[in-house]
């Protein structure tokens, strides 16, 4: 069973760039599709960027298509969330999740480990 552990949150003013970081022990990182999502207070749990075991497939969600980018390193097993521009809107607690089948998609349920999140706080 994988563990997954989030970094690289924190306070930032519009306009600015965050790298998340998503490390992940106990099991075979090459092996899961991976993704992030986001909850912001009050709202549900959201997809924002998704790859495949490989790093293929990267796919976002619309709000952030052009300014975030997923990456992986399957020898550091560590997934990546790039985030440029950011936006107010931005604002929540970010998770990333592993999927063992070899791609998640934009479901939650898909996804069958998660972290615990790490906070993204963008002000105006």
């Known amino acids: 069973q994988v563990q997954l552990v989030e970094s690289g949150g924190g306070l930032v003013q519009a306009g600015g760039s965050l790298r998340l970081s998503c490390d992940a022990s106990?099991?075979?990182?090459?092996?899961?599709?991976m993704g992030w999502f986001r909850q912001a207070p009050g709202k549900d749990r959201d997809f924002v960027a998704a790859t495949s075991r490989s790093g293929g497939m990267p796919t976002y969600d619309r709000s952030v298509k052009g300014r975030f980018t997923i990456s992986r390193d399957n020898v550091k097993n560590t997934l990546y969330l790039q985030m440029n521009f950011l936006k107010p809107e931005d604002t929540a607690v970010y998770f990333c999740?592993?999927?063992?089948?070899?791609?998640?998609?934009?479901?939650?349920?898909?996804?069958?480990?998660w972290g615990k999140g790490t906070q993204v706080t963008v002000s105006s």
């Open positions: 999740a592993a999927d063992n089948s070899p791609y998640g998609g934009s479901v939650v349920g898909n996804y069958d480990y």
């Open positions: 106990g099991g075979t990182f090459s092996s899961y599709g």
